[in-house]
Structures are given as structure tokens and as C-alpha cells.
């Protein structure tokens, strides 16, 4: 959708929200922010108020969904939302053993169930209407599981076929559905990180791209092009090939120890 003015960010206190937020900025614009932080959220809502947008800031943990629906529903009272993007996302990894049960359970209530309770509410409003655009934030390491992520890998890629779903779904709603499907992105996320990243990516240029995805349409967001080929055709090469060469990959710092 092109120059959507009615926009919806989870997860707008820090990486890719913030930058999103940021980059729609502008006069007439009204951005709903939700986020856990509420002192990052506020330098969000800062920085976007200086580019004259009209910013509504919410501390919401997307997991409640009762609360997310509540959140929508006053919105809606007032605003009819054109765009939708789930971004509120955590990641964790394998390093020091295996993921813990405590640890599976967080990424998927966050990644996964946190964006159905986001996007739920929206579609239905959106259908009455028969018009709207809704962004689902996946990643590059949904196309592939990784041994040092194993549950954001899965979660990633629930999203991912999710919303290419969706999208064939909802469109004879009048709903248009893309899918956001990120490499390295710097961010607090991957600061803990202690291994090479590569074609790293600053959240100001993720940004752009998917401001100009979104406002073509583009079924599927993915970057930067060569990590994106990489991890699509380890996809396609038989696990005989690829297993020994991810088995070699760094530990992701786990989220329980």
C-alpha cells in the first residue's frame, strides 16, 4: 500500500519497529506504537513526533491477547488501520545445550502466538471494509532450521508460511498480506551475538526496503539477496550436504541458562 496513513508497529521500541516508525513518519500520518520498554518506547515516539507524525504509544506484551484485542478495538473506534506489521519478535539459541522447555515455550508464545493476536483482530476489521495490508515479520532463518536456533527457526518459519498463506487467502478480501523475511539486522537482538554476521544490515536500511516492498506489494520481503539465495538453496540441497556445514555454526546465546 502506497502512503498508508493509519499504521499499527509492534514491537516499535527498538530495531526494526523503531526504524519503521521512524521511516513513515510524516504529517497526517498516525502511528500506533506497542512495545515492553516503556522509556525506549518513548524515545520512539520522540524521535517520530520531531517528523510531525502523530504517534500513540501503548506498553503491551503481544502475548495477552485479550489485551492486544482490547488495544485494536479502541483504536478502530476512532481510526480505520490500513496497515498492520507484526514485528514484536525475540530470538534465542543453543549455546552451553539444548534449548530449554522454559526457553521454546517463550519464542513461539512471542513469535508466533503474539503476532496471531496481532493480526487477528486487524484482519477481521479489515474484512468488513474489504480493503487493508498486513506484514508479517519472519526471517531469513525460516527457510531453513538452524541447530544454533532451533525454536526461532521454527517460529520464523510458521510465520513465513503463514503468511504466504494468508495472503492468497485474504486477497479476495481486498487484504493484502506480505511477508517480511529479514538476514542480519542490527539490532539489541543480535548484539548478544558473538559470532561474524554476515552482509550485516543497519535497521534505517532494512527500513527502506521494506517500506518500498510494502508499498509494491511484494508478496515476500527478503534481504539482502545473496544471504537470502544462500539459506534458499541450502533449502534445496540434499541434509547430507548441508547438516555437517550447519552443525559447524556458532552458539546463539541462550535466553535461560
Known amino acids: ?33 506497542c512495545a515492553r520498554n516503556s522509556q525506549k518506547l518513548e524515545e520512539t515516539k520522540r524521535l517520530c ?10 506498553i503491551i506484551d503481544v502475548k495477552n491477547a485479550e489485551q492486544v484485542l482490547n488495544w485494536i478495538n479502541r483504536i478502530e473506534e476512532n481510526y480505520e488501520l490500513d496497515l498492520v506489521i507484526a514485528n514484536a519478535g525475540i530470538s534465542a539459541g543453543t549455546d552451553g545445550g539444548p534449548e530449554s522447555v522454559a526457553q521454546i515455550k517463550e519464542i ?7 503476532l ?27 527457510f531453513r532450521g538452524l541447530p544454533s536456533s532451533p525454536a526461532y527457526s521454527a517460529s520464523k518459519a510458521a510465520v513465513r508460511v503463514y503468511g504466504e498463506a494468508l495472503r492468497g487467502n485474504l486477497g479476495k478480501s ?8 529479514p538476514g542480519y539486522i542490527k539490532t539489541p537482538m543480535t548484539d548478544v551475538n558473538e559470532f561474524p554476521m554476515p552482509l550485516l544490515m543497519s535497521p534505517q536500511k532494512a527500513s527502506e526496503i521494506i517500506v518500498a516492498g510494502l508499498a509494491k506489494n511484494k508478496s515476500r520481503i527478503s534481504f539482502p539477496f545473496p ?23 556458532p552458539g546463539k546465546k541462550a535466553m535461560y541458562s
Open 227 to 249: 544471504l537470502f539465495f544462500a539459506v534458499w538453496l541450502s533449502a534445496l540441497l540434499s541434509n547430507k550436504i548441508t547438516d555437517p556445514i550447519f552443525a559447524k555454526l
Open 1 to 33: 500500500m502506497k502512503n498508508p496513513k493509519n499504521i499499527l508497529i509492534t514491537g516499535a521500541s527498538s530495531g526494526i519497529g523503531k526504524a519503521l516508525a521512524i521511516k513513515y513518519s510524516a504529517p497526517n500520518v498516525n502511528l500506533f506504537l
Open 49 to 58: 513526533q520531531e517528523l510531525k507524525a502523530n504517534i500513540f504509544c501503548e
Open 108 to 114: 513461539f508464545a512471542v513469535n508466533l502466538d503474539g
Open 174 to 181: 481486498g487484504i493484502a498480506v506480505n511477508v517480511i523475511c
Open 116 to 142: 496471531l493476536n496481532t493480526i487477528n483482530p486487524a484482519i477481521a476489521k479489515m474484512k468488513e471494509r474489504k480493503r487493508g495490508q498486513i506484514a508479517l515479520v519472519s526471517s531469513l532463518a525460516g
